[in-house]
Nanobody, 129 residues
Framework: QVHLVESGGGSVQPGGSLRLSCVVSGATNSRYCMGWFRQAPGKERESVADIDAYDIITYRDFAKGRFTISKDNAKNTLYLQMNSLKPEDTAMYYC???????????????????????WGQGTQVTVSS
């Protein structure tokens, strides 16, 4: 069982920065896909960024150039550095994990976002002046 605990949320003014952390336990191999998601009130949950088994990172368009996802394997921690925050970034942010899948050629890949099956409790980010 994979357990995820986020922290680092808070209230900041537009243009400010926050770094979210997600301590991961139980993901005993590197074949897990790890990602950050967010959900604003009245809106559907959306992906922010993810890292696959080869540490290849994918950002959604709104996150490119402002957000950075990273992980520290020694600390079992996933991070999301968020800079130049905007009011529209206000949301509950979640980290999530899913075991990657392997093709017949032995290449690991991440399943669709809706198949992420391990979730943290979330951390609130509010951007307001």
């Amino acid at each position: 069982q994979v357990h995820l605990v986020e922290s680092g949320g808070g209230s900041v003014q537009p243009g400010g920065s926050l770094r979210l952390s997600c301590v991961v336990s139980g993901a005993t191999n590197s074949r897990y896909c790890m990602g950050w998601f967010r959900q604003a009130p009245g809106k559907e949950r959306e992906s922010v960024a993810d890292i696959d088994a080869y540490d290849i990172i994918t950002y959604r368009d709104f996150a490119k150039g402002r957000f950075t996802i990273s992980k520290d394997n020694a600390k079992n921690t996933l991070y999301l550095q968020m800079n130049s925050l905007k009011p529209e970034d206000t949301a509950m942010y979640y980290c999530a994990a899913v075991l990657g899948r392997r093709t017949d050629l032995g290449i690991w890949y991440c399943p669709p976002e809706y198949e992420y099956n391990f979730w943290g409790q979330g951390t609130q980010v509010t951007v307001s002046s």
